[in-house]
């Protein structure tokens, strides 16, 4: 067995490309209209306005850390050398929550395409096996499963604008305004973890960075054409979306844009039933450029012994972090069996917010600290960028707390249980030294 610690540089700006977009393109697809539930379609809009400003600058800063230090860790390796072993336990905590609670509800999704298409599918089978087999295809190898990657990606945005070029022909202002606001101001609030969603996992292209040829070059464009492209993607799906009749009906199920297409030529016609089946693919990129950033962020906290070290082995053959692609599958098998979409979205955007206030803390302790690191690609509009994303954050944290009081108990409550393990092994491992 190897013990080889080091992955291979053989990723190139499309890929890159491909993953920050495949990583949030199922954002499109679904889990943005449960914000309408909470908002309306023009309070929403105000909520998805906020979160385009706060990942826009947030991007811009991320950037500069990613391309400084490229560490399979990402935002925890950020934090670690920002802040110390605490420092970097939090940003490593908050973002494998993220990575390994956003995968579930894409796993139902798919399985919820699946029953869509062929009814005697049931949802929560059909979404394990796709655990299994997306695992399966990410232990052959980074660049097959990046070239696969860039393969569903290239087939989702083209699936998106056939989208909107069908449904956009139906749109009705009166439907979009209809309820637009119906809970006033607080529904904006109550909106923003779910126009999260919209961008969430796009920061996991930090977690390849050991793996990019020429990062101080690549990763910025990687970085910014994804951002860019998954906006337009956004704007275009909820308007088009919003319009086509009443989206009331649309903001409590797995299925969105199918079931708008079936309110605009029938849900019987065969477009309806190939453009769930193309959507599928949408969703298989999202749901394997998840997994391939959640099982490098194990790889790289079991790799600074945070976790067993057995995680952070690497195949022989495939060189690809096999085991905790295996731990990281089992981890969202149970998730699906035991949570419902909703509250695992909130779970993961909790995480992915701890994880964007940290990082860009980050960014300033290492500006003042660290003034002679190597920083590649710099933040332009420093310090506004970073205290732009950084003040939306603790806004978007605020509201996610008020109106999800009981799910971010329990994040915190196992945060400092962690926490708390850790200072007591750290002080056993004194003792013991001494």
Not at 94 to 105: G, H, I, M, N, R
Not at 122 to 144: L, R
Not at 341 to 347: E, F, H, P
Not at 394 to 409: D, E, G, K, M
Request: with cysteine; charged share 5%; glycine share 8%.
């Amino acid at each position: 067995m190897s013990t080889s610690s080091s992955l291979k540089k053989v990723l190139n700006t499309w890929h890159l490309w491909a993953m920050a977009v495949g990583l949030v393109i199922s954002g499109e697809y679904f889990g943005w209209n449960y914000g309408w539930g909470v908002a309306g379609t023009v309070g929403f809009l105000l909520s998805t306005v906020v979160v385009t400003i706060m990942y826009i600058a947030f991007v811009f800063s991320f950037t500069e850390l990613t391309t400084s230090i490229p560490h399979a860790g990402g935002p925890f390796a950020y934090a670690y050398q920002a802040f110390g072993a605490f420092g970097g336990l939090i940003a490593g905590y908050a973002t494998l929550v993220e990575f390994l609670l956003s995968t579930p509800p894409i796993a139902i999704a798919l399985g919820s395409y699946l029953h869509f298409l062929y009814p005697t599918i049931a949802v929560t089978p059909a979404a394990i096996a796709c655990f299994i087999i997306f695992t399966a295809i990410n232990c052959i190898g980074i660049k097959e499963s990046a070239v696969f990657t860039l393969v569903m990606t290239l087939l989702a945005v083209v699936e998106l604008l056939i989208f909107i070029g069908i449904v956009s022909p139906h749109f009705s202002f009166g439907n979009f305004m209809q309820h637009n606001m119906p809970f006033g101001i607080k529904g904006i609030f109550a909106g923003l973890p779910f126009a999260i969603w919209f961008f969430l996992g796009i920061e996991g292209v930090a977690m390849v960075a050991e793996e990019v040829k020429a990062p101080n070059t690549t990763i910025p464009r990687g970085y910014l054409t994804g951002i860019f492209t998954l906006l337009l993607l956004a704007v275009g799906v909820m308007l088009a979306t919003g319009g086509v009749g009443n989206w009331q009906l649309l903001s409590n199920i797995d299925y969105p844009l199918p079931e708008a297409i079936g309110m605009v030529v029938g849900k019987g016609n065969s477009l309806t039933k190939l453009f769930a089946g193309i959507g599928v693919f949408g969703l298989m990129a999202s749901f394997h450029s998840l997994i391939t950033s959640s099982s490098r962020q194990l790889f790289a906290l079991s790799r600074s012994n945070y976790l067993p070290k057995f995680l952070s082995h690497i195949h022989p053959k495939f060189q690809t972090p096999i085991h905790a692609l295996v731990i990281g599958a089992i981890i969202g098998i149970v998730a699906i069996m035991s949570g419902t979409t909703s509250q695992l979205i909130i779970l993961s955007v909790l995480g992915a917010v701890v994880m964007y206030i940290i990082s860009m803390v980050s960014v300033f302790a290492l500006r003042k600290n660290q003034p002679q690191l190597v920083r590649p690609f710099k933040i332009p509009f420093y310090p506004i960028m970073p205290f732009i994303a950084l003040l939306l954050s603790v806004v978007c944290l605020i509201a996610i707390v008020y109106y999800n009081w009981q799910v971010s108990l329990l994040f915190f409550i196992i945060l400092l249980i962690i926490l708390l393990l850790y200072k007591g092994l750290d002080k056993y491992r004194s003792i013991m030294h001494d």
